[in-house]
């Protein structure tokens, strides 16, 4: 496992943005699939998002639409950026390396009035 170095998370309104970053000092992430999970107090965590080394994204069916996952494998940095964000968005947000599979340390995203 490889360290992972999240940022981005915070507070924001119900239709606001917020953007993750993801970096994997020091390692070459171009031949990994990377992603982004997220797990809401209470519940189990779940995929949002994934990019594949040839940069196709999937997404779960709630975020269509609202997130977009990238990745920059020159500054080994997978993104999410997350628009109108809604009550249900709040969760700790994880992002994943395929290879070798690698958790970062969560970062919490918070979306209240």
């Known amino acids: 496992q490889v360290r992972l170095v999240e940022a981005g998370g915070g507070l924001v309104q119900p239709g606001g943005y917020l953007r993750l970053s993801c970096t994997a000092p020091g390692l070459s992430i171009r031949d990994s699939t990377l992603g982004w999970f997220r797990q809401a107090p209470g519940k189990e965590r779940e995929l949002v998002a994934t990019i594949s080394p040839a940069a196709t994204p999937t997404y779960a069916d709630s975020v269509k639409g609202r997130f977009t996952i990238s990745r920059d494998d020159s500054k080994q940095t997978v993104y999410l950026q997350m628009n109108s964000l809604k009550l249900e968005d709040t969760a700790v947000y994880y992002c994943?390396?395929?290879?070798?599979?690698?958790w970062g340390q969560g970062t919490q995203v918070t979306v209240s009035s």
């Open positions: 994943y390396l395929g290879h070798p599979t690698s």
